[in-house]
């Protein structure tokens, strides 16, 4: 058996460079899951040494399986006993074997998630009397416990933090719990205290492979450098190119503290690129190059080459998505399966965009790692206040939202105002007036709140019925209490931006607002993406974050503005280089085709803005990607247009057509907006971008006056 068949010269040399500290910067496509298994097998195949000798850590249950398996073909043992694992299953394997050499704890722990863990410091805060967010001393236990740097402003809570912190901690004591956080503090403190425990293992794990370094955080740091100080050969695989989880997190600063903890080390590069064409690897190369502080990498493809990126910059959010679809189809035309392309962008919130586009068009497609905008929890909660606004009989809308946020509202009231909704032949709303009981304020409460928010439709704009509900039901500040910040403001995001189609729903139908909210929320429950013939075959739509790892023949980066990407929740320059290395991380996700795109105006959050390119956009060398506009293929439309055109008056309202003057690209002038581009036509709608504030509107041709300029 050739262990080294297929890899190439940088490979091999990772595989036979067994003896002392070893640090291997795979580029992206690089092949790095080959060489961390084709090395276990040459150390146990060419050095004799036993697997189980062996210690191998990565972050991902997939990652171990898919080692254990390529590992098991090549030297047909059985893996399942093999230290190959994520380091938390590495570190409860020792705990299990060591327990009794830890004070306090014994045989049969248990292990907490983190609904336990926010259990028990709810139950600690209501029996302690302390009047802070248990959710928020969740994050701040987690961040202490993993060294992570957090500064708390308000001296009242810090001092409740230090009192449940403590309470916390002596609780999982004496009960015999460990949270997940504690799986890797525990094991550093076995080790720390007992010695012999420790030399046991350095002596057992004589090679020790860590995966994915870049994403490791201090304590795992820590962990590995105490268990391979004896012996020294320690093999770290990673890219800080695409180091891009620090919200978890993980240390990029591990890199500089293992050349420096190891200074003997030996550094490899794997710089040739298994995946990607040359053209997409020169825009890569490229697009990272203003990171300081990195070890320098030139990906290079593997004698592939092919088409130049596309950069295509739309003056209008509708030309974007004209052109995404153009190529899409073109491309699957040309024989390119659905399931190889992929959508991606900064944050989840724009999703929605893109899915409206798909479904219009009966595209199949998938959220991949996440959930279809209008079925994420806290839109689908706004959606439901919004019918039950607009019909009180809506029971199955009053069931979701009764109780969220938190009313203490429960299952018992809840049945007890069935059976009244049942002896009065009304809905569950109607049937408050008529419940008796400890809830009856509360469900009181909930009605008025509701019945005041209905009077409200008529006089204001459907896009602020989304900060009126969010504001009178005290949603927002449930999300803080619940989540963290990273995913508070991620899910905040998508309630603001339920406004944008709320927005377009304004100008879009006709009547009153009620009539408007009515049509909406109809269109919404069938904004489903049911016409999927073949599951297998969708379009990916994704952040960035869940398809690391992964690779499509077509990419495309969308919605490459400032502002949206890189973020601007972005403050400091050290974070603009992470979202520098998440561009890289999706410029490397392509194989043959990538297209960037943006546009300069566009409706985020339910605002029409002007959005300049996005500085990574910008940094990019010109030549290495081919730029194309919307104002081309406008001035196209036009010039065709003008070869027949006559100038024509005002079309009055009342001046019937049996076919509309308007067509897509034309400049037309409105009494209010100003001058125009229109978009489409689409029977008696005519669609127009208008200059920043009014944007792109949706008009009615029988009420709207317009000329034709």
């Not at 009047?131 to 060294?147: A, F, G, T, W």
Request: contains cysteine.
């Amino acid at each position: 058996m050739d262990l080294f068949e297929g890899l190439n010269e940088s490979q091999q040399e990772a595989v036979r460079t067994t003896e002392g500290p070893v640090m291997v910067m795979a580029g992206a496509g690089s092949g790095k899951t080959k060489v961390l298994t084709t090395r276990i097998s040459y150390i146990v195949h060419e050095l004799g040494v036993n697997p189980y000798n062996i210690l191998a850590v990565t972050f991902t249950n997939k990652a171990t399986n898919e080692m254990k398996e390529r590992i098991g073909k090549v030297l047909d043992i059985d893996t399942k006993h093999l230290w190959i694992s994520t380091f938390h299953a590495f570190c409860v394997r020792i705990l299990r074997n060591g327990i009794e050499y830890l004070d306090g704890y014994s045989k049969g722990f248990q292990i907490i998630d983190d609904e336990d863990q926010l259990k028990i410091i709810k139950d600690l805060c209501e029996k302690y009397e302390i009047n802070s967010k248990p959710r928020e001393l969740q994050r701040y236990i987690s961040k202490d416990k993993n060294n992570t740097e957090y500064e708390i402003y308000s001296p009242e809570l810090k001092k409740n933090y230090n009192i449940i912190s403590n309470y916390y901690e002596k609780y999982l004591k004496d009960n015999n719990l460990f949270d997940f956080d504690d799986l890797i503090i525990k094991t550093i403190e076995l080790f720390k205290n007992n010695p012999k425990v420790l030399e046991k293992y350095q002596d057992k794990f004589q090679y020790i492979l860590v995966d994915e370094f870049q994403d490791t955080n201090t304590l795992q740091y820590n962990l590995m450098f105490m268990l391979s100080i004896r012996y020294q050969n320690i093999f770290v695989v990673g890219d800080d190119y695409q180091s891009i989880y620090s919200f978890r997190g993980a240390k990029i600063e591990n890199i500089k503290r293992f050349q420096n903890d190891f200074i003997a080390h030996k550094l490899i590069k794997l710089e040739k690129n298994y995946r990607s064409t040359t053209e997409i690897l020169n825009l890569a190369n490229d697009s990272i190059k203003n990171n300081p502080n990195q070890i320098k990498k030139t990906l290079v493809s593997n004698d592939k080459s092919g088409n130049k990126p596309i950069y295509f910059e739309a003056e209008y959010e509708p030309y974007e998505l004209s052109y995404i679809l153009s190529r899409i189809k073109k491309l699957h035309k040309e024989g390119i399966p659905y399931d190889e392309m992929a959508i991606l962008y900064r944050s989840n919130y724009l999703s929605r965009l893109y899915e409206n586009m798909l479904i219009k068009e009966k595209i199949p497609y998938v959220i991949y790692g996440g959930l279809s905008f209008f079925q994420r929890k806290e839109v689908k909660d706004i959606l439901a206040y919004l019918r039950l606004i607009i019909n009180y009989n809506d029971d199955f809308s009053f069931r979701r939202i009764i109780n969220e946020p938190k009313r203490k509202i429960g299952d018992v009231t809840i049945s007890k105002l069935e059976t009244i909704s049942l002896e009065k032949n009304t809905s569950l709303f109607n049937a408050i007036p008529y419940y008796e009981g400890s809830a009856k304020n509360n469900l009181i409460r909930f009605k008025e709140m509701i019945e005041a928010i209905t009077n409200q439709i008529d006089n204001v704009k459907l896009v602020d019925l989304v900060d009126i509900v969010v504001k009178e039901t005290l949603y927002e500040e449930e999300l803080k209490k619940t989540y963290d910040q990273e995913e508070y403001v991620d899910r905040f995001n998508n309630i603001k931006e339920l406004k944008t189609p709320l927005m377009d729903a304004d100008n879009e139908y006709a009547g009153t607002n009620l009539e408007k909210l009515e049509a909406f929320l109809q269109d919404v429950s069938l904004m489903t993406n049911n016409d999927k013939t073949n599951p297998k075959d969708q379009i990916i739509l994704s952040t960035y974050h869940q398809v690391k790892g992964l690779e499509f023949n077509t990419v495309f980066m969308v919605a490459m503005n400032e502002g949206i990407f890189p973020s601007d929740n972005c403050t400091t320059e050290k974070e603009i280089e992470e979202e520098r290395r998440i561009c890289y991380v999706g410029i490397t996700r392509a194989k043959e085709h990538l297209y960037l795109t943006s546009s300069k105006n566009r409706t985020r959050f339910g605002y029409s803005d002007i959005y300049r390119t996005s500085t990574f956009i910008d940094e990019m060398n010109k030549k290495l990607y081919i730029h194309k506009t919307s104002e081309g293929l406008i001035e196209k439309k036009e010039a065709k247009l003008k070869e027949k055109r006559v100038i024509k008056p005002i079309i009055k309202k009342e001046e019937k057509k049996n076919e509309s003057p308007y067509k897509a690209g034309i400049k037309v002038r409105h009494k209010i907006f100003g001058d125009g581009i229109v978009i489409s036509v689409v029977g008696d709608t005519i669609t127009i971008a208008f200059p920043h504030p009014t944007g792109v509107r949706r008009l009615s041709l029988s009420y709207v006056e317009l000329e034709i300029i």
